[in-house]
């Protein structure tokens, strides 16, 4: 496996179609967060990483009761301004899966720091139509990930055909409960109950196979029903990690814990396990955060125990 270096998709220029929301934004073609595209090979497929939009990280967003700008620290000093992805996953085949959908077509607070709706725009630049996705398979249901599943003015679903598979605890949570931190919006969730009206929700606890390729993994904390999905072909795989971790300093920082989480010593417990899992399997492993959509592996080496590799 590893990442394309080829030419990005972004330098060869706009795809007919209309205008992106983002276009005009001075991060419009920035490829660490809006403009990423990235490819990776696994066994003899390639998976897709695309982005919607970008999100400008709060100091505060990831880190410890000690010290909670240490994600933030740490990425500025590769990054002159930490704007992170909105990543989605595009696994092109007989079933084609995307994995998360983006934030959508809005600007979240004033001044932007959480900005999408590119995803359609990036999915046309490699000939992929909304109504080519069969599955929707989401990580969970914070509205960066699920936003794009509806459109937010009419609520009607954006992916007409594509079955959607959802963590059975995050459906609790978020769209029978009413104590969710983060509510749905009103457009989520009437293109989520537009689906189900179809037939077309799916959802899932514990581990499962819902697509050539494409295994589903439970990993809460972040959220109750929240999503591993390990995209898998031949021998080879990628972990795409959701906000398991935000960013891959995570893989070794297992006590940096996201602000959002929902349970974070349940949070904790998930990052320690998709750690042993990385050194016992290996593979690359990729939130939908990290910069640049570039993957990490988590690998034991004997002198200096677990570390990073690109
Ligand atoms: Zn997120």
Same mark, same amino acid.
């Given at each position: ?114 900005? =999408?709706?590119?995803?359609? /725009?990036? #999915?046309?630049? !490699?000939?992929?139509?909304? @109504?080519? *996705?069969?599955?929707?398979?989401? $990580? ?80 809460? =904390?972040?959220?109750?029903? /929240?999503? #591993?999905?390990? !995209?898998?072909?031949?021998? @080879?795989? *990628?972990?795409?990690?959701?906000? $398991? ?66």
């Amino acid at each position: 496996m590893s990442n394309g270096r080829e030419p990005k998709e972004h330098e060869t220029g706009p795809a007919e179609g209309p205008r992106p929301p983002l276009d005009g934004h001075r991060l419009a073609d920035d490829p660490v967060s809006t403009a990423a595209i990235e490819r990776l090979d696994v066994g003899g497929r390639q998976l897709v990483a695309l982005s919607d939009g970008f999100l400008l990280m709060g100091e505060t967003m990831v880190g410890t009761a000690d010290e909670p700008t240490a994600a933030f620290d740490a990425l500025r000093a590769d990054y002159e301004e930490v704007r992170l992805p909105l990543g989605c996953f595009f696994w092109p085949g007989e079933t084609n899966v995307l994995v998360d959908t983006g934030f959508g077509p809005l600007d979240a607070a004033e001044g932007g720091w959480l900005i =999408g709706g590119n995803l359609l /725009h990036q #999915l046309r630049r !490699i000939g992929v139509r909304p @109504e080519d *996705v069969d599955v929707v398979a989401l $990580s969970h249901l914070h509205a960066d990930h699920s936003g794009g599943l509806g459109d937010p003015g009419t609520g009607e679903p954006i992916y007409p055909n594509a079955t959607t598979y959802i963590g059975s605890h995050d459906w609790e949570y978020f769209v029978e409960g009413s104590t969710a931190a983060i509510p749905l919006p009103d457009y989520t969730r009437a293109a989520l109950e537009s689906l189900a009206d179809r037939g077309k929700i799916t959802l899932v606890d514990g581990d499962a196979e819902i697509a050539p390729g494409v295994r589903r993994l439970s990993a809460p =904390g972040h959220t109750p029903g /929240h999503s #591993l999905y390990v !995209i898998h072909d031949d021998d @080879e795989r *990628v972990l795409l990690l959701g906000d $398991s971790m935000y960013c891959p300093q995570q893989l070794t920082n297992l006590d940096w814990g996201a602000a959002f989480d929902v349970d974070p010593a349940l949070a904790r417990a998930t990052r320690e396990r998709l750690q042993r899992d990385l050194e016992l399997h290996g593979g690359g492993a990729l939130g939908c955060h990290f910069p640049g959509l570039i993957a990490g592996r988590a690998v034991t080496d004997p002198d200096r125990g677990t570390r990073r590799a690109p």
